[in-house]
């Protein structure tokens, strides 16, 4: 007997002539009597999949955004229902699509335990009798009979995951929990999965964390634009899923007339990741040196542009803004093509997927000739021997360099 | 083993389904409650003002210019008993008819069965009704009507009001997702369904022919029951079977309407 089995589960969503998704206004419902020309469009985020896991086994979900993952776990979770096909569960489900669903700023962080807790399928006996460690989990004293919005962020995640981290269900469905909590609350997630055999529970894990995931779990399934690319061992999971990455992601470039950003001065020709000797990269381990190259054409010369590369997280924080070539900075550039190339050093980023956005500029008057924002992604891949050393577990900042380190030691 | 698809959960499943959330529906009820009255000058005060400000108003203006024929109850006393039932229902529906847009965060990360958030509301007004419930009777046996064996069936009354109110709420709350301008409509509903009912005029101010009708208001019953009750006045048991009947058609496109919009409440909401 599985613990979760899915069968041939199809997903549509209906698109507005919008592109919104669709809720009528009674407006819509009398113009509709005469007008059937709004026809609503459909979108297909999954089709077609069909995989099981056992009682005890942990299976990861890979996928770009938008592959259909979330929308996956919503469906197994029971928030939405398929549009064909079926999901059939053995056991209680909790799904930790967010960590504090249900928080309310004006309850204590007693009453939200209770109100968060009750959501996720907790009974309160349950509640009353994991209170103890909840509390000292969050370990945040005094304040948890205060209510939550006099917390701070913290305080709030900590609580949130101490909620979290005490479900105990059958079937456990994680979204990228891995990727937001603090070191403690990903240690326990990360025990949480290992135990998983030992207490016959079944986790399904959503991660672009692809060390982490082939670390825990034994099976994965890849998603490619809603469909089921690959089923099977996690660590051929994962390597496909870097090929799928390479193939789709690291370059855009602008070949048809029209489509490319730009103004009467300049146009913007490509954007890619790229390695010292000239190949497309999609994904990088963190460890390698790597290139990011911006090539333009500058139609009307004469002005002095500054083509600018913006590197932001997966949480959108922006890493850095770059001026690509400081030689040229205030210098009229003639017409034609440039390719300019910045070098990111090896051991500075933290591993995640990020976003290029690219954007040139002039100054005297301040004029923004062209902008694309998070044209290219590429993934960021942990790897041995960084900055990480031996800990396995989440580290926080948007950067993660390898600094030389000088210990002075008296005895 | 449970199995999920495109048709969803059969009505008898789902109803069975509530049992495993009488906690969170319990945790819900306690949270509109102590909102309410958290940081409020009044606290549960205004459990009592709700419909004690509008009668005073009423009583001013009505008994002024109108002076309805009430059968000997004083005024005043009338209105309070109509407006104490007419409160719970019409707070309810107005607090609750945005309980799935509002929650569309939580409806699209967490699941329960969704019709816990408006009866969670309705448990809480129906809270405050109790408070204005007990007031209501004080004054009634301060004017002279006292308890009497009609009171045993006080209980059917308020059950019948909270059943109304779910009912009625339920269908506001997802009419409402289907169509966003509800919101701005169902206000303008409730005054319009206050003025058709004998809450501030007894039924008898009526025109003959539209009396006809009074059943078909699932509202009618339960105050001519009530009034009933506390005035030992002879109730129209026809209006109250003929109610009771539009408050088993409410149930039911309740429940109907609710059911097709729960499909995709998490695409929707």
Redesign the interface.
């Known amino acids: 007997m599985n613990a979760i089995s899915v069968e041939n589960i199809r997903k549509e969503f209906a698109l507005s002539s919008t592109g919104s998704p669709s809720y009528g206004t009674v407006k819509d419902l009398f113009a509709g009597a005469w007008n059937r020309k709004g026809e609503k469009r459909k979108f297909v985020a999954l089709d077609d999949i069909s995989f099981e896991v056992a009682p005890g086994q942990a299976m990861g979900l890979i996928g770009n955004n938008g592959a259909g993952k979330s929308t996956l776990l919503r469906i197994i979770s029971r928030i939405l229902r398929p549009t064909s096909g079926r999901v059939r569960l053995e056991g209680r489900v909790a799904s930790l699509l967010e960590v504090g669903a249900g928080f309310h700023p004006e309850l204590t962080g007693r009453e939200n335990v209770f109100l968060s807790g009750s959501m996720m399928g907790m009974k309160r006996r349950e509640i009353i009798g994991k209170m103890d460690q909840i509390t000292d989990f969050a370990g945040i004293g005094s304040f948890f009979d205060q209510p939550v919005r006099f917390y701070s962020t913290g305080m709030y995640m900590r609580l949130a995951f101490a909620v979290a981290a005490h479900i105990d269900t059958e079937i456990l469905l994680l979204d990228e929990v891995l990727a937001v909590g603090d070191a403690a609350f990903q240690q326990q997630c990360i025990e949480r999965v290992r135990a998983v055999g030992r207490n016959g529970q079944s986790v399904i894990l959503v991660s672009h964390n692809m060390t982490t995931l082939v670390q825990l779990c034994s099976d994965a399934l890849l998603l490619d634009g809603g469909r089921m690319s690959y089923f099977g061992a996690a660590s051929e999971a994962a390597a496909r899923y870097l090929k799928i990455a390479e193939a789709r992601q690291g370059e855009r470039s602008y070949t048809e007339a029209g489509s490319a950003p730009q103004d009467r001065v300049v146009r913007l020709r490509s954007l890619r990741t790229r390695s010292r000797e000239g190949a497309t990269l999609a994904a990088i381990s963190i460890a390698d040196e790597f290139g990011i190259e911006i090539e333009f054409e500058v139609l009307e010369g004469g002005v002095a542009l500054m083509p600018s590369v913006i590197i932001r997280n997966e949480w959108s924080a922006v890493l850095w803004t770059t001026d690509t070539s400081s030689e040229w900075h205030g210098r009229p550039r003639p017409a034609g093509r440039y390719k300019c190339v910045a070098w990111i050093p090896a051991h500075l980023l933290s591993a995640g997927t990020m976003r290029v956005s690219a954007s040139i500029h002039s100054f005297h008057p301040w004029t923004v000739h062209l902008e694309a924002n998070d044209i290219v992604l590429f993934h960021a891949l942990e790897c041995a021997g960084g900055a990480r050393g031996q800990f396995a577990g989440y580290i926080g900042g948007g950067i993660r360099p390898l600094l030389d380190w000088s210990v002075e030691h008296d005895t | 083993?449970?199995?999920?698809?495109?048709t969803?959960t059969p009505l008898i499943e789902e109803l069975a389904e509530y049992r495993q959330?009488v906690?969170?529906f319990?945790?819900?009820t306690?949270?509109d409650i102590?909102?309410r009255y958290?940081q409020t000058l009044l606290g549960v005060a205004w459990a009592i003002v709700q419909p004690l400000l509008p009668m005073v108003i009423f009583a001013v203006i009505f008994s002024r210019f109108l002076r309805p024929e009430t059968g000997g109850i004083p005024y005043p006393l009338y209105l309070l008993t109509g407006l104490t039932l007419w409160t719970v229902v019409a707070s309810s529906i107005l607090a609750g008819s945005t309980a799935f847009i509002s929650n569309y965060?939580?409806?699209?990360?967490?699941?329960?069965p969704r019709a816990i958030l408006p009866m969670a509301t309705v448990a809480a007004c129906a809270f405050d009704g109790l408070i204005a419930w007990a007031v209501a009777m004080a004054v009634t046996c301060y004017y002279g009507y006292f308890p009497s064996w009609w009171w045993f069936l006080l209980p059917a009354v308020a059950l019948w009001i909270v059943v109304l109110a779910t009912a009625a709420t339920l269908l506001a709350a997802s009419l409402t997702?289907?169509?966003?301008?509800?919101k701005n409509?169902i206000p303008f509903l409730v005054q319009i369904w206050m003025y058709s009912t004998p809450v501030l005029y007894p039924a008898s101010l009526i025109p003959r022919p539209l009396r006809l009708l009074a059943g078909a208001n699932p509202m009618a019953g339960p105050l001519e029951a009530f009034r009933a009750c506390l005035f030992h006045s002879t109730p129209d048991w026809r209006v109250i079977a003929e109610s009771g009947l539009s408050l088993v058609v409410l149930i039911a496109v309740a429940i109907s309407v609710y059911r097709s919009v729960e499909?995709?409440l998490?695409?929707?909401a």
């Open positions: 083993m449970r199995v999920f698809d495109a969803g959330y906690d969170l319990r945790f819900l306690l949270r102590r909102l958290r965060s939580l409806l699209n990360k967490v699941y329960f997702v289907a169509f966003r301008d509800m409509v499909a995709h998490a695409e929707r």
